[in-house]
């Protein structure tokens, strides 16, 4: 699941992003409620643990887990980590990752945010048509496309102060282009939704004061709807970063595997070591990680942007 | 991009067509150049990256070609690749029916389970935040990772179930259990995905109808049935088509495991086989990726159609 399905029912985009206060949906009778609270309480230790198991490994000593079993408690270490961080070229794989992910990432807010203004400014008799191409688009099982995009990149020459390559393939370029033309089907929808929110009355004393529409756009639209980019920059991040196909078959160098891709070389390496295995993988989460825990407000109104109906 | 310019200029269609906020002048000349260029560049960005690629894997599908030569060095074949899928490719039927498990499976369990969570977690209960976070940890992680990290439990020497159980299964190797123990690792992710889509949903649900019904002495299931079940109606359908997609796309967890083998085959995995596998057989993988395709776009139809229903009611 390399793109997320957008969510996206009957949007009410501004409400979402700034939850409506309103009651939940009741309280539960005091029995009901302590039964319910225990059922919760063991599932979301469970769903914590694979994690928390993870974490714990990653600082154990491979000698002493072998030793003593899994379920001993002793051997800490530090040293998965450095073994993991060098021998896996992490340092070179999460700049790989940057190099896509915020250029993909700006140049996907960027260009849905335009057609999205035209979708919200205008009514032209093609707006749902052009959505729709867009958000189908989004859908769209990747490997359907995979040989002829694999093919046209192939062909398709970058000098080489753009990519060692030569070529599309094996190029950042291709994974920036190709993460961006998917996205944007999911940031149209919700961005176009959340500016029909704003007032029209807006546009027309605009277009008195002579505002241009690009200014009208620019200097007028973006700033209101920060809001909803900064959660859709907050989703894309942690989307592109998570990337796994498209790098996989488009990058074929594996110095130029962005992280998420590079899992797929470790594994055979990482293999006999289970505590490197660990140590990888929270390596690997800990940007995901840091920026779920620090914009979750944002994470979570993002996926349910639009799908709230009011 | 012709229609750019007429549809505004006619009064007609403005006047056929025009909703709310249809009160546009016609723009002037650089104005009307700006919005084309607006829609124009991501357009073509779209078209040419997902619309012709997907044309093109229509045509590739009906012949057959090593990817190496030129485009005529394609021998068209007609529906010969469609006939070998279906009767001579040994890896088809198996990934159909993992396909099939797959998306059998999520229904079941992740997505029974998201929702009950999300009605639960709606009311007003201690900790419903923590478990909120517990619940949809997991989505911020990328598949490929997840099939890391569950080697933890999976790991035939070294893995938590093996020594719990003193067992010595080859859970992610044994070709008889690994499409299961994958499908656990997806659940993990999956139910909070599915908990979220539910509780922002919920939201839409107008407190005042709960308490009438509770007011008429309906108990909570019936409550759930009768009164919260059919105004998440909408939010089901669209549950529906992302679980739908979702099974068919899988790939990223089979590919970083064994890269879609042994037990683990499945459509998406199979048309990358074909391309950057041994063989290059890229008009046989293209049948395959139109199959996918056709399939996709039956629930990308669906979907579409709850979408534009919503918009017009607006």
Same mark, same amino acid.
């Given at each position: 699941?390399?793109?997320?399905?957008?969510?996206?029912?009957?949007?009410?985009?501004?409400?979402?992003?700034?939850?409506?206060?309103?009651?939940?949906?009741?309280?539960?009778?005091?029995?009901?409620?302590?039964?319910?609270?225990?059922?919760?309480?063991?599932?979301?230790?469970?769903? &914590?643990?694979?994690?928390?198991?993870?974490?714990?490994?990653?600082?154990?000593?491979?000698?002493?887990?072998?030793?003593?079993?899994?379920?001993?408690?002793?051997?800490? !270490?530090?040293?998965?980590?450095?073994?993991?961080?060098?021998?896996?070229?992490?340092?070179?794989?999460?700049?790989?990752?940057?190099?896509?992910?915020?250029?993909?990432?700006?140049? !996907?807010?960027?260009?849905?945010?335009?057609?999205?203004?035209?979708?919200?400014?205008?009514?032209?008799?093609?707006?749902?048509?052009?959505?729709?191409?867009? &958000?189908?688009?989004?859908?769209?099982?990747?490997?359907?496309?995979?040989?002829?995009?694999?093919?046209?990149?192939?062909?398709?020459?970058?000098?080489?102060?753009?990519?060692?390559?030569?070529?599309?393939?094996?190029?950042?370029?291709?994974?920036?282009?190709?993460? !961006?033309?998917?996205?944007?089907?999911?940031?149209?929808?919700?961005?176009?939704?959340?500016?029909?929110?704003?007032?029209?009355?807006?546009?027309?004393?605009?277009?008195?004061?002579?505002?241009?529409?690009?200014?009208?756009?620019?200097?007028?639209?973006?700033?209101?709807?920060?809001?909803?980019?900064?959660?859709?920059?907050?989703?894309?991040?942690?989307?592109?970063?998570?990337?796994?196909?498209?790098?996989?078959?488009?990058?074929?160098?594996?110095?130029?595997?962005?992280?998420?891709?590079?899992?797929?070389?470790?594994?055979?390496?990482?293999?006999?070591?289970?505590?490197?295995?660990?140590?990888?993988?929270?390596?690997?989460?800990?940007?995901?990680?840091?920026?779920?825990?620090?914009?979750?407000?944002?994470?979570?109104?993002?996926?349910?942007?639009?799908? !709230?109906?009011? | 991009?012709?229609?750019?310019?007429?549809?505004?200029?006619?009064?007609?269609?403005?006047?056929?067509?025009?909703?709310?906020?249809?009160?546009?002048?016609?723009?002037?000349?650089?104005?009307?150049?700006?919005?084309?260029?607006?829609?124009?560049?991501?357009?073509?960005?779209?078209?040419?990256?997902?619309?012709?690629?997907?044309?093109?894997?229509?045509?590739?599908?009906?012949?057959?070609?090593?990817?190496?030569?030129?485009?005529?060095?394609?021998?068209?074949?007609?529906?010969?690749?469609?006939?070998?899928?279906?009767?001579?490719?040994? $890896?088809?039927?198996?990934?159909?029916?993992?396909?099939?498990?797959?998306?059998?499976?999520?229904?079941?369990?992740?997505?029974?389970?998201?929702?009950?969570?999300?009605?639960?977690?709606?009311?007003?209960?201690?900790?419903?935040?923590?478990?909120?976070?517990?619940?949809?940890?997991?989505?911020?992680?990328?598949?490929?990772?997840?099939?890391?990290?569950?080697?933890?439990?999976?790991?035939?020497?070294?893995?938590?179930?093996?020594?719990?159980?003193?067992?010595?299964?080859?859970?992610?190797?044994?070709?008889?259990?690994?499409?299961?123990?994958?499908?656990?690792?997806? $659940?993990?992710?999956?139910?909070?995905?599915?908990?979220?889509?539910?509780?922002?949903?919920?939201?839409?649900?107008?407190?005042?109808?709960?308490?009438?019904?509770?007011?008429?002495?309906?108990?909570?299931?019936?409550?759930?049935?009768?009164?919260?079940?059919?105004?998440?109606?909408?939010?089901?359908?669209?549950?529906?088509?992302?679980?739908?997609?979702?099974?068919?796309?899988?790939?990223?967890?089979?590919?970083?495991?064994?890269?879609?083998?042994?037990?683990?085959?499945?459509?998406?995995?199979?048309?990358?086989?074909?391309?950057?596998?041994?063989?290059?057989?890229?008009?046989?993988?293209?049948?395959?990726?139109?199959?996918?395709?056709?399939?996709?776009?039956?629930?990308?139809?669906?979907?579409?159609?709850?979408?534009?229903?919503?918009?017009?009611?607006?």
């Amino acid at each position: 699941m390399t793109y997320e399905t957008p969510v996206a029912t009957a949007p009410a985009a501004a409400r979402a992003v700034t939850p409506p206060t309103r009651k939940e949906g009741g309280v539960l009778s005091k029995r009901r409620g302590a039964v319910a609270t225990v059922i919760m309480a063991v599932l979301a230790l469970l769903w &914590l643990f694979p994690l928390v198991w993870a974490l714990i490994n990653s600082f154990r000593e491979y000698e002493y887990t072998q030793v003593n079993g899994y379920l001993s408690f002793g051997g800490w !270490t530090t040293s998965n980590y450095e073994q993991a961080w060098s021998q896996g070229n992490f340092g070179l794989h999460m700049k790989n990752s940057l190099l896509i992910t915020i250029p993909a990432v700006l140049l !996907t807010l960027w260009l849905s945010s335009m057609v999205a203004f035209v979708l919200a400014r205008f009514s032209y008799r093609f707006n749902l048509a052009l959505l729709g191409v867009f &958000l189908a688009a989004n859908l769209l099982p990747p490997q359907a496309l995979l040989i002829p995009v694999f093919r046209m990149f192939r062909e398709i020459p970058l000098p080489y102060f753009m990519s060692d390559s030569g070529s599309m393939l094996n190029s950042f370029w291709a994974l920036i282009l190709v993460n !961006t033309a998917f996205q944007m089907g999911f940031c149209t929808f919700v961005l176009s939704n959340y500016m029909k929110t704003l007032p029209y009355e807006i546009y027309e004393s605009a277009e008195l004061d002579g505002a241009s529409v690009w200014r009208q756009y620019w200097q007028l639209t973006m700033p209101l709807v920060r809001p909803a980019l900064a959660a859709l920059a907050t989703l894309q991040v942690t989307w592109v970063y998570n990337e796994f196909f498209w790098a996989t078959v488009l990058i074929q160098q594996g110095d130029k595997l962005p992280v998420t891709s590079a899992l797929n070389n470790l594994r055979g390496q990482f293999f006999t070591d289970t505590n490197l295995v660990a140590a990888g993988s929270i390596i690997v989460a800990l940007p995901v990680l840091v920026v779920f825990f620090a914009l979750q407000k944002q994470f979570v109104s993002g996926l349910t942007l639009g799908s !709230t109906k009011g | 991009m012709t229609h750019l310019d007429e549809a505004p200029r006619s009064e007609k269609t403005e006047k056929a067509v025009a909703p709310a906020q249809g009160r546009e002048k016609k723009l002037p000349g650089r104005d009307r150049l700006t919005v084309i260029v607006m829609v124009a560049v991501p357009l073509v960005l779209v078209v040419l990256l997902v619309w012709v690629p997907a044309l093109l894997s229509v045509a590739l599908s009906f012949g057959k070609w090593n990817g190496f030569g030129d485009l005529d060095t394609i021998e068209w074949v007609g529906f010969q690749n469609y006939q070998d899928i279906f009767t001579i490719y040994p $890896a088809f039927w198996p990934a159909v029916q993992h396909n099939l498990i797959w998306l059998g499976f999520l229904f079941l369990l992740p997505t029974v389970l998201g929702m009950l969570l999300a009605v639960v977690l709606d009311r007003e209960m201690r900790g419903s935040r923590f478990y909120q976070t517990a619940f949809y940890m997991p989505v911020v992680l990328s598949l490929a990772l997840i099939g890391f990290i569950w080697q933890l439990f999976y790991s035939r020497d070294q893995g938590l179930i093996n020594q719990v159980f003193h067992s010595e299964v080859d859970w992610y190797g044994d070709p008889d259990i690994n499409l299961w123990a994958v499908l656990v690792a997806t $659940a993990w992710r999956h139910t909070g995905y599915i908990m979220l889509i539910y509780l922002a949903g919920l939201k839409g649900v107008d407190a005042s109808l709960r308490e009438a019904a509770a007011v008429d002495g309906a108990n909570e299931v019936k409550t759930f049935f009768q009164v919260i079940f059919p105004v998440m109606r909408p939010i089901n359908m669209v549950v529906i088509v992302i679980v739908v997609i979702e099974s068919l796309r899988a790939f990223d967890l089979v590919w970083v495991i064994n890269k879609g083998r042994n037990g683990l085959e499945v459509i998406g995995a199979l048309v990358a086989q074909n391309v950057i596998g041994e063989a290059t057989r890229y008009g046989f993988g293209s049948a395959l990726a139109v199959i996918m395709m056709l399939i996709s776009s039956i629930f990308i139809t669906i979907y579409l159609r709850t979408v534009f229903r919503e918009e017009r009611q607006r």
